[in-house]
């Protein structure tokens, strides 16, 4: 598939080229019948100066074949994009004005079915995903600028379904979850940079709900309480590092109805 696509990019060098040389003429879009191919046309169209921007076929009326964007005012290759029917289908490319590739998105009639890529401008991934159909299905993977995997995310039928996870960049686990339809289910563990435990909240449709517990970097408990429909509930305890006692809550709801704090000794 790439070596097809570099191809695809070496003929499309010239394209700059022929672009200069129909500067002279006026904003247009100018179709022109293909001798020998009944109801094939060739399409260019051109800006309010004259210059050419996208260029591509027609076939009984409907775009088909590999249409051309390009990128002004120097005509490098912008997009390139094939059709069938008048429909996206197969593999689009983008790129940058230094022509890098900037992303990859097949097709199936008119709409996405395959992998998706994306890229930053030094060349490296910033996302890969799968589509089916127009929705994301399966694993999707987002990039930090380094190349490191920031974020991983798994789909059904266009919803977060199954585990997910965000990581710090030098590569160790932030936090992970489980969806459940596209709503956040189970219990949510963060941690901190050293890798060790920071939180664990429990969700129940995407709301925080049952016990909750944060944790000092040393490992000792540092809060702990519980959440009811997204909301503080029930008593709250608050410890240093030390696991003594700082100072208790007593919530109903979000709403705090009673506090007491430890005296210093």
């Not at 097809?4 to 990019?9: E, H, M, R, S, T």
């Not at 027609?58 to 990128?71: P, Y």
């Not at 890098?100 to 930053?120: C, D, I, L, P, W």
């Not at 408990?221 to 503080?232: F, P, Q, S």
Request: glycine share 10%; proline share 1%.
């Amino acid at each position: 598939m790439y070596m097809k696509c570099l191809q695809l990019i070496a003929l499309l060098l010239l394209f700059p080229v022929l672009v200069h040389a129909q500067r002279s003429v006026k904003n247009d879009t100018i179709i022109t019948d293909v001798a020998g191919q009944a109801g094939l046309q060739q399409v260019t169209i051109k800006n309010f100066k004259g210059v050419t921007y996208q260029m591509g076929e027609l076939l009984n009326g409907e775009k088909h074949g590999n249409w051309v964007e390009l990128h002004l005012p120097d005509s490098t290759i912008k997009s390139v994009t094939p059709f069938v029917n008048g429909k996206e289908h197969g593999l689009a490319l983008t790129f940058t004005k230094r022509l890098q590739m900037e992303s990859e998105t097949h097709y199936k009639n008119g709409v996405m079915h395959g992998f998706h890529r994306a890229f930053e401008n030094n060349g490296k991934k910033s996302v890969e995903e799968f589509f089916v159909e127009g929705k994301l299905d399966g694993k999707q993977i987002k990039y930090y600028k380094t190349g490191k995997v920031q974020e991983e995310n798994h789909f059904k039928n266009g919803k977060k379904d199954g585990w997910a996870k965000w990581f710090y960049e030098n590569g160790q686990l932030l936090t992970e979850y489980n969806y459940k339809n596209g709503e956040i289910d189970g219990t949510v563990k963060s941690f901190h940079e050293s890798g060790k435990l920071r939180s664990e909240t429990n969700f129940k449709d995407s709301k925080m709900s049952g016990a909750y517990k944060k944790y000092h970097e040393s490992g000792e408990v540092a809060i702990e309480g519980g959440y009811k429909n997204d909301k503080k509930d029930g008593e709250w305890t608050y410890y240093n590092e030390d696991g003594k006692v700082l100072k208790t809550q007593q919530y109903k709801l979000g709403e705090m109805t009673k506090e007491k704090v430890k005296r210093k000794s």
